[in-house]
Every structure is written in structure tokens, then in C-alpha cells.
């Protein structure tokens, strides 16, 4: 029982010291986010076999950021605190302000990945 204890999923609660500093850079990235911009609305993604429960910020604009939870909860937590609507992007899928912004951005030739011109 002991080996199959060890590689249980770490939580909110039991995230190790490593995951809880990236977990707090996460929500401060999120606060600032939702703090900044008109119309914040909150989509929980389901975890899947490569990524945890994440969670997708979008604004009025479109303009997205996603981050990963601890769990579905810690998600809704979050966004009670940020008094921002909260969606199951399973139930719901995404809205077309999003698509519509990441299309523009896509054709815009903004691929979201720094160049070395942009680093330097």
C-alpha cells in the first residue's frame, strides 16, 4: 500500500513545497490578470492524462491566460474571491471572443513564443 500511496496526485493541501510556489506565482498571475481587464470570466478545464485541472481566464476582449489548479474546487474558490462567473468549459465550450482573438493573433503572426529579439 505504501508504494501506491507515493505516487498519488499532490492537492491543495498536500502540494509539495516546489508545487505550492508555482501554485502561488499561478494565482498572483491570474489575480493580476482578472484584476486588469473588463468582463473576466473563469472556464475549468478538466484534467486530462498530460495536464491537471486548469483553469482559462477570458476577458470582454477575448484576450485569454490559462494556469494550472489544484483541483476543480480550488478553481471556484478562486474565482468567488475574484467575484468572477465560472464555467465547466465541458458543459459549455469556449467562448467565440476567445477563438475570434486568438484567430486575429494567429494571423497577426503572434505565435505567443519570444524570439531572441524579443528576450535580448
Known sequence: MG???RHRP???AG????DR???AADVAHLEQFAGSRAGVEAYLEPP???TPDTVVLVATT????RRRVPSAKAARDLAGRLSIPVYDVAATGYPRRMREWTA??????DTGVP???DVG
Open 48 to 50: 486530462t492524462n498530460v
Open 10 to 12: 499532490h492537492r491543495a
Open 104 to 109: 486575429r493573433r494567429k494571423a497577426a503572426g
Open 62 to 65: 477575448g484576450e485569454w491566460t
Open 115 to 117: 524570439t531572441t529579439r
Open 15 to 18: 502540494l509539495r513545497r516546489a
Open 3 to 5: 508504494l501506491l500511496r
Open 21 to 23: 510556489a508555482d501554485h
